[in-house]
């Protein structure tokens, strides 16, 4: 089953994940980027502010089109307990949904709150049916078993 890796990050650790992933089950990797980046401190102070709110930053990408893909995943980190203003971007961005399943997982300082909840929310509202969610703390992203639990529900979907 065609798998791609949608997913934005501003630290590395969100790239980290899925990088293993898509080397894990071979999964395609799709990385949002903001058209104008944050610097350190407008990271934690507009992004985080955009974020609270569930803004959409600008992307590269004008239209995610996965029409060619049987499962979609989705990394985000976690900004204010939210999905990062570019995840926001990115979902509105998606194309050729419709009837194909999604798993989710956010990257987060231990407390993710709603992130997972908000995504899969906002992925139902594209037609994508949720397979399964995946939190990941930063004391767990160098931690093969947890990024294990993340490849082998993507492996168990395709």
């Not at 990257?107 to 969610?133: D, H, V, Y």
Request: glycine letters at 8%; proline letters at 3%.
């Amino acid at each position: 089953m065609p798998t791609c890796i949608i997913y934005h990050s501003e630290t590395g650790h969100t790239k980290k994940v899925a990088k293993a992933v898509a080397a894990a089950t071979g999964a395609d990797l799709i990385e949002v980027k903001t058209v104008s980046h944050y610097s350190a401190m407008a990271m934690y102070t507009t992004g985080i502010n955009k974020a609270r709110k569930g803004e959409a930053d600008e992307i590269e990408q004008t239209e995610i089109d996965v029409s060619a893909y049987d499962l979609i995943v989705v990394g985000t980190p976690v900004w204010a307990f939210h999905p990062t203003p570019a995840i926001n971007a990115a979902i509105s961005a998606l194309s050729g949904c419709e009837g194909k399943k999604a798993v989710i997982f956010d990257t987060n300082a231990g407390i993710p709150r709603n992130t997972l909840k908000i995504l899969s929310k906002q992925l139902t509202e594209k037609g994508l049916s949720i397979a399964g969610t995946v939190g990941i703390s930063d004391k767990e992203i160098n931690n093969k078993e947890k990024t294990g639990v993340l490849i082998g529900l993507v492996n168990s979907l395709s």
